[in-house]
């Protein structure tokens, strides 16, 4: 039971993380996005990718 909620502690640490990123990337002001090469559409694909691979 304790391995259990473990992984449920994890994984919901791991979605406040890619809350965290999607929205940081989604915020940036369209210059900051065309500098890094990215746009406010990618930002759920690359916090996915950050989080879980």
């Given at each position: 039971?304790?391995k259990?909620?473990?992984?449920?502690?994890?994984?919901?640490?791991?979605?406040?993380?890619?809350?965290?990123?999607?929205?940081?990337?989604?915020g940036?002001?369209?210059?900051?996005?065309?500098?890094?090469?990215?746009?406010?559409?990618?930002a759920?694909?690359?916090?996915?990718?950050?989080?879980?691979?």
């Open positions: 039971m304790k259990f909620l473990a992984r449920v502690e994890q994984e919901a640490h791991r979605r406040a993380e890619y809350r965290r990123i999607r929205d940081e990337i989604a940036l002001s369209w210059r900051d996005q065309l500098d890094i090469g990215i746009n406010a559409g990618d759920d694909r690359i916090a996915r990718q950050m989080i879980w691979g």
